[in-house]
Nanobody, 115 residues
Framework: QVQLVESGGGLVQPGGSLRLSCAAS????????MAWYRQAPGKQRELVAR???????NYADSVKGRFTISRDNAKKMVYLQMDSLKPEDSAVYCC?????????WGQGTQVTVSS
């Protein structure tokens, strides 16, 4: 059974930082591309950051220079370091595992950026 479990969300002030974690089980983690998506109320889900099995990363323009995605294949973990957070970063952040046509999703963790 595949499971992706996110943690690390919460309430933070503008300009602050959070680190999201996603623990994967039930998959051969090292061969999956991993990604973080987010969805704010009334908006479409959007890709935030993605990392390939080989470590190549790509980011949404809105988070470039502020967010960093990383992975630890030995621990089956993917992380999203979020710095210089803005109110518009508020959303539910979900972890995604991708291998060809296979897609797995976590339940998500809420990030709220507010003073």
């Amino acid at each position: 059974q595949v499971q992706l479990v996110e943690s690390g969300g919460g309430l933070v002030q503008p300009g602050g930082s959070l680190r999201l974690s996603c623990a994967a089980s039930g998959i051969i983690f090292s061969i999956y591309a991993m990604a973080w998506y987010r969805q704010a109320p009334g908006k479409q889900r959007e890709l935030v950051a993605r990392i390939t099995p080989g470590g190549t990363t790509n980011y949404a323009d809105s988070v470039k220079g502020r967010f960093t995605i990383s992975r630890d294949n030995a621990k089956k973990m993917v992380y999203l370091q979020m710095d210089s957070l803005k109110p518009e970063d508020s959303a539910v952040y979900c972890c995604n595992a991708e291998l060809g046509p296979l897609r797995y999703w976590g339940q998500g963790t809420q990030v709220t950026v507010s003073s």
